[in-house]
């Protein structure tokens, strides 16, 4: 039966392995490394060592080259782990040979957090996302974990041609093929709370709400934001991938206009492409807002590597264009001058805030109503009657207040986004 291998509960003793290339990529390297560590301690596995390794070129076997994979094989040993986890990405024929020659089991960082999601997947749309994850990560890996009936049976190192193949690898066909259905049926599931949420959306549209999505590197406070904000209670924790469902609250701004508030998921260096992917449809709701709030932890010293994380992520899923609220969020704990300048200097128009104790919320929220107004204005159009996709495109995209038809005329008045004012300004009629 195909089953995804569940390491958390075997697992105890991790060392960590972070191989670079490039002198210059050391500093990269070892902050990866750490947030690895951090990683790992989220699925409550205990790290004895990190370390960072250097390689001259790339090798196809392990990576690194023959010497090194012994060298860490060896650390490995002596310390007795149970589990060596790569912060670089790992072919499933390279998994398959550092298992092999540590005779331990060896996970990459792609993994560690497929577990961590699988975890705190809370709603049906967030399991089912993972569980495809998961198993597209597990499918081409699948003959390592049959590997041992190989072995057992004699049948050659590797499997060899048609004629000896071993008991582990028909197995792998059947679990192969069985994947594939269940990978199959999951998309469908999917597809259908898709669709489900895609009506929610609508209903949401159609209320003609304006939209904000708090995105930002994990930990960096949007959970609190928010509940800060809406006066709500969603869950809000000092650990990695807190929210892994969207949250979406309904906040006044100062000038009593409506906000929908999102909580996103947070983002991470390095998340795995497959993952990008799968939470799409969750961080959609990004993609979707009216703009951004991107809260940034003041205290990190990785603060514009995890902007610019961030912004990455934003640009894969098409949100790059959206205009952006920048917070330096947990400002209460900042209280250097000489920080809180060079905070200034990096992120000049950013806002600061403490999503803890309330601190800049109010020029927040002021902020929030002025990126609004600028946004939408309020429009009288004549549109001409074969022109009726352009009536459409409003009830679409902006809130349709009036309709009135004179002659061959469609009168419309609206309040129009600035994405689309553009498309109809030729239109635009003085109100009588
Ligand atoms: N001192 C201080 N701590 C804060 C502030 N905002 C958030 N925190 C703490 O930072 C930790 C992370 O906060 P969350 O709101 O869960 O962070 P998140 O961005 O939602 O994290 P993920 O859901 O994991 O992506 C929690 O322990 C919060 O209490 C702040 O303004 N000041
Ligand atoms: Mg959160």
Same mark, same amino acid.
């Given at each position: 039966?195909?089953?995804?291998?569940?390491?958390?509960?075997? &697992? =105890?003793?991790?060392?960590? @392995?972070?191989?670079?290339?490039?002198?210059?990529?050391?500093?990269?390297?070892?902050?990866?490394?750490?947030?690895?560590?951090?990683?790992?301690?989220?699925?409550?596995?205990?790290?004895?060592?990190?370390?960072?390794?250097?390689?001259?070129?790339?090798?196809?076997?392990?990576?690194?080259?023959?010497?090194?994979?012994?060298?860490?094989?060896? $650390? +490995?040993?002596?310390?007795?782990?149970?589990?060596?986890?790569?912060?670089?990405?790992?072919?499933?024929?390279?998994?398959?040979?550092?298992?092999?020659?540590?005779?331990?089991?060896?996970?990459?960082? /792609?993994?560690?957090?497929?577990?961590?999601?699988?975890?705190?997947?809370?709603?049906?749309?967030?399991? *089912?996302?993972?569980?495809?994850? %998961?198993?597209?990560? !597990?499918?081409?890996?699948?003959?390592?974990?049959?590997?041992?009936?190989?072995?057992?049976?004699?049948?050659?190192?590797?499997?060899?041609?048609?004629?000896? %193949?071993?008991?582990?690898?028909?197995?792998?066909?059947?679990?192969?093929?069985? !994947?594939?259905?269940?990978?199959?049926?999951?998309?469908?599931?999917?597809?259908? &709370?898709?669709?489900?949420?895609?009506?929610?959306?609508?209903?949401? /549209?159609?209320?003609?709400?304006?939209?904000?999505?708090?995105?930002?590197?994990?930990?960096?406070?949007?959970?609190? $934001?928010?509940?800060? *904000?809406?006066?709500?209670? &969603?869950?809000?924790?000092?650990?990695?991938?807190?929210?892994?469902?969207?949250?979406?609250?309904?906040?006044?701004?100062?000038?009593?206009?409506?906000?929908?508030?999102?909580?996103? @998921?947070?983002?991470?260096?390095?998340?795995?492409?497959?993952?990008?992917?799968?939470?799409? +449809?969750?961080?959609?709701? !990004?993609?979707? +807002?009216?703009? *951004?709030?991107?809260?940034?932890?003041?205290?990190?010293?990785?603060?514009?590597?995890?902007?610019?994380?961030?912004? /990455?992520?934003?640009?894969?899923?098409?949100?790059?264009?959206?205009?952006? @609220?920048?917070?330096?969020?947990?400002?209460?704990?900042?209280?250097?001058? =000489?920080?809180? %300048?060079?905070?200034?200097?990096?992120?000049?128009?950013?806002?600061?805030?403490?999503?803890?104790?309330?601190?800049?919320?109010?020029?927040?929220?002021?902020?929030?109503?002025?990126?609004?107004?600028?946004?939408?204005? %309020?429009?009288?159009?004549?549109?001409?009657?074969?022109? !009726?996709?352009?009536?459409? $495109?409003?009830?679409?995209?902006?809130? @349709?207040?009036?309709?009135?038809?004179?002659?061959?005329?469609?009168?419309?008045?609206?309040?129009?986004?600035?994405?689309?004012?553009?498309?109809?300004?030729?239109?635009?009629?003085?109100?009588?």
């Amino acid at each position: 039966m195909f089953e995804v291998r569940e390491k958390p509960e075997m &697992v =105890e003793r991790a060392l960590l @392995v972070r191989i670079y290339f490039d002198p210059r990529e050391e500093d990269e390297a070892a902050s990866l490394l750490e947030e690895l560590g951090e990683l790992v301690s989220t699925l409550g596995i205990g790290i004895v060592e990190s370390v960072l390794v250097r390689s001259r070129q790339q090798h196809k076997k392990h990576i690194c080259g023959t010497g090194k994979a012994a060298e860490i094989i060896a $650390l +490995a040993k002596a310390h007795e782990c149970d589990v060596i986890v790569f912060d670089n990405q790992l072919a499933p024929h390279q998994q398959r040979t550092w298992e092999r020659e540590g005779d331990t089991c060896v996970i990459d960082r /792609e993994e560690v957090i497929l577990d961590i999601f699988a975890k705190r997947a809370q709603t049906k749309e967030a399991r *089912l996302q993972v569980e495809l994850a %998961r198993m597209q990560y !597990a499918l081409p890996r699948m003959a390592r974990m049959w590997g041992h009936l190989d072995r057992e049976g004699g049948g050659g190192a590797g499997g060899g041609g048609a004629a000896n %193949r071993g008991m582990g690898e028909k197995q792998i066909e059947v679990d192969r093929r069985m !994947a594939h259905v269940r990978i199959d049926r999951a998309r469908r599931e999917l597809e259908e &709370v898709r669709k489900q949420r895609a009506t929610q959306r609508k209903e949401r /549209e159609r209320l003609e709400t304006p939209h904000a999505a708090i995105v930002g590197y994990t930990n960096a406070g949007k959970s609190t $934001l928010l509940n800060r *904000l809406s006066g709500s209670d &969603v869950l809000s924790k000092d650990m990695l991938f807190a929210t892994l469902d969207t949250t979406t609250r309904k906040i006044e701004l100062p000038d009593g206009q409506p906000l929908l508030l999102t909580d996103t @998921v947070g983002f991470v260096r390095n998340l795995p492409h497959r993952l990008v992917e799968a939470f799409k +449809a969750t961080l959609e709701e !990004a993609v979707l +807002a009216d703009f *951004l709030i991107h809260v940034l932890d003041a205290t990190s010293p990785e603060i514009e590597r995890f902007h610019d994380t961030t912004l /990455e992520v934003l640009k894969e899923l098409g949100a790059e264009e959206k205009q952006v @609220v920048t917070v330096l969020n947990k400002i209460d704990l900042v209280t250097d001058p =000489e920080t809180l %300048r060079a905070l200034d200097r990096l992120f000049p128009d950013s806002l600061h805030v403490s999503a803890a104790t309330g601190e800049g919320t109010e020029r927040l929220l002021q902020k929030c109503s002025e990126v609004m107004a600028d946004r939408v204005r %309020r429009c009288h159009y004549r549109i001409p009657q074969h022109r !009726a996709d352009l009536v459409s $495109l409003l009830h679409r995209d902006a809130k @349709v207040l009036t309709t009135d038809y004179e002659g061959n005329d469609i009168l419309v008045t609206a309040v129009v986004p600035a994405s689309i004012a553009g498309r109809l300004e030729s239109f635009t009629e003085l109100p009588a």
